[in-house]
């Protein structure tokens, strides 16, 4: 027996229909703004207690974002199907949205821990692929550098023991290194790091590769850069050095969108379970 | 060349000679209270820049805890010996050394997270350890259970990895399952655990298996809490039940005690160079 | 200083070129029939030691295999270059080599032991690459089949545990579940075997997927076929059904050609070093 | 509903009671010989169609190996117990054997190649055992050599992956190294070795550590022998310069005897699902 909540998923790309997949398991769910096909539950204007909205939630005419179909979904229409007290999911903080809607609660899904951690998993498996895809080398028995020993750099240094590469964390400071101790991965202090290395994932948000060290490593080394904006590296100085710099924005969303949608769904499914926030 | 720092080592046990051999390589380091061979460098009283206690630091006479040694160390020796502004490491916070070094600092190395993360490594080892001389099965294809996705929890999770042992990890919270999917484990919440397990690690400080919950267990399960007081068992019941409950306190100095050792003196290092706390 | 020998790398791909890089660290080494630059040491004609063709080392016209250059290559040409006594080493059996070359020792460097067992890893590699491309779910807790435990299934589960995946291995008999064991992996015997696998690699140089087994899989399930011709799989079943199935050929030096050079060029150096096969 | 094939096990440690269980569970199985609750199923005497014989077979009179009773029982009071063409299942070759039984098929359980595989498990994880006792180190960055690359030194090599030890692996020719390849360690030629390590474990049944070599070592080190008799080591020499070497042999049944007992179990269960070896 389903629950009675009532969720609309509005635009956003493939990531929401499997989040609204999955989210139909437990609630009823009803889909606005992506042309595909998704068989839920239809409830009646005036009874939707959630909103779900994508990554970023709205365009720049500030309707709701929909990449994937041609609809253009107003925030007055949501405002027809919302419930007075209808929870609003944004899949990031966006001001307007506290404009439009003053009087509801507004749950950025994006900033929860649970989310950030379980992300890392997806974030991970997408940069290795796009070393994979890149290197005319194999993993196995690489020197590889991980910069930063948070939830994206422990993942990939999981997922990169598997591969037998040979594998550095470059850490700021004892606790840095006291974390990659526990998972088993030798670290270096960044301002001492050495820099032969055939690959370096970045995931620091901050500037760590300027002109000057760029310059020291070699033109083989590939280096993907995770970091949000504005990212790791003098991006000017490595195109001028000839260096390979990937930057690997929104990962999760592109190379699996299926766990992508999964892990948003879980979240929400989380909040509410914990009556919201 | 040396740095000029004067470093006294004062009781404990054989992790602190271990500890005074690694700082003996950038100090001048002495030591007293230990009964065992240490060549060092010898300073003058009154020039004694730090004093290290051991863990705990005091007996219950107020002098300094000499388990290794039959010499009485009063903190008025102490007194003769130490600068005025020395330092003291104490390898945990006790009362009564704040009223009798009213002026120095005082720096507990055991509360730092950078030697918690590190002492999280000796002492899963020394739980595998335990688990190994115990059990009469291979941990290869053996259904474990850790209880807490902590730094306990988390090395336990990448030795067992190792031996093939089927992990289940127990959390609170999503965080925790976040946690565990981010070093690849599967997740479950502690209030829905199963209980088929023929090894289970309690890294959780508070109470979770209670008698009710023991009493689904086979008698052939091991576990082993790695709980702080009052630890994560009723242990009378436990007792009562029949099973077989292993409480394994201060595990890194008994099974690793270079290490456990040379983890304290870098934690001291970091400090120093941090020009403290 | 390098070694007397000279060798001559004729034809083939990208694969050749790095080969003849790692050649030319200790032998004289000249290049023909690729269209890429390589600074090489050129040595007279009739002086040629060993000459290294590529896989297969001949067209349909009985010339070189030169699938980089537009230059025909023929036999009688390599005739001319050669020593009485020169090596020829050939990237698979060919009887025809054998009919043109009737007095020089030739070897298959493809089909030697330590070769194999190297490719291995590029292989797995590469076919982990697919699977990340293909599918829109994370490996992270994907139930995965592998089918085989020799040396591409083992280098897959090596990889494959990196990422938390749930793997098991089909294996025919008690050695293959042994060997299983050995590396941590839960096997099941392949008449046995379950179909609720998302991602499915097969490396059994067999049938083994026929259409009666295939009908039982989820049309989500991903096939990767590892196995050389005829391969493990009813392919025109598979395709009737909807099934997902791609076929793996000749991984290495698509995917990693500098390893997959290398590794052609440590084997001849083992084969040199060793006095011939 | 259990198979009609009667099995008698007779002698031996408790290995041998856990393999009667698991038999148990599929045959009708009686135990004589070991002092220890067992409730089988009891059969006639000329009924049995296996009698299993412990590791080793016999003792020094002739008599079955007895080590866990006082009961002596010689070989013609199985004879009683046996059918005409009663398989015999021997814990080692014995000569003796084939006088005694000259019409009865003799099967050797520890010579079967999924046996010794299997074995490879908890002898390994026995080893690993010993080191973890005797060391005064972690596991976790400590610097490893294994001599071999056959079954044990794979077991090995996967288990201290997961302590994060830095593993070598000395092989002795381009097949070992492409085996250590496979599973992501690297290797080093045996003749090339390098001797600054922590720990070593010899898997190789030939003599490796001679004099010459074991006084290149640190006095720290570690030497964990696991090969069969006469071992790789020289152990007067070793013992005469104070080196540190244990001679592991039997690991399987002393630190893991419930899981030997299964291993010896499924082995037979193979072999008479198979028809015999």
């Known amino acids: 027996m389903k629950s009675k909540i009532n969720i609309l998923i509005a635009g956003g790309d493939m990531r929401q ?17 992506i042309d595909r096909e998704f068989s839920g539950t239809d409830f ?32 007055d229409m949501l405002k027809n199907i919302m419930k007075k007290d209808c929870i609003i999911f944004t899949g990031r903080y966006d001001k307007r949205l506290n404009e439009l809607f003053p009087y509801n609660r507004i749950i950025d ?3 929860r821990e649970d989310l950030s951690l379980k992300n890392a998993v997806p ?14 080398v194999t993993l196995s028995g690489l020197s590889v550098l991980i910069v930063g020993m948070g939830r994206i750099g422990t993942a990939l240094a999981e997922i990169l023991k598997g591969f037998g590469a040979d594998i550095t964390v470059a850490v700021h400071n004892a606790k840095g290194a ?12 960044t301002k001492d790091m050495d820099t032969d290395y055939g690959l370096v994932f970045n995931t620091a948000p901050e500037l760590v590769f300027d002109r000057e060290l760029l310059r020291k490593f070699s033109d083989d080394t590939l280096f993907i850069d995770l970091a949000s904006r504005p990212g790791g590296f003098d991006f000017d100085s490595a195109a001028e050095l000839g260096k390979k710099v990937i930057w690997a924005l929104g990962i999760p969303g592109k190379t699996a ?5 999964e892990i948003v769904a879980e979240t929400i499914i989380n909040i509410l379970s914990e009556g919201g926030d």
């Open 109 to 111: 899904y994006m900033s």
């Open 178 to 189: 006291g974390k990659a101790r526990v998972i088993g991965i030798k670290s270096v202090c």
């Open 44 to 75: 009646p204007d005036g009874e939707c207690d959630c909103i779900v909205l994508p990554v970023p939630p709205l365009d720049e005419n500030g309707n709701i974002n929909t990449p994937c179909s041609d609809d253009i979904i107003s925030p």
């Open 17 to 33: 229909i499997f989040c609204a997949e999955k989210l139909a398991d437990i609630y009823n769910v009803k889909v606005v703004g």
């Open 123 to 136: 974030t991970a498996e997408g940069a290795v692929q796009i070393a994979l895809d890149e290197l005319p």
């Open 257 to 261: 969108p299926v766990t992508a949608g």
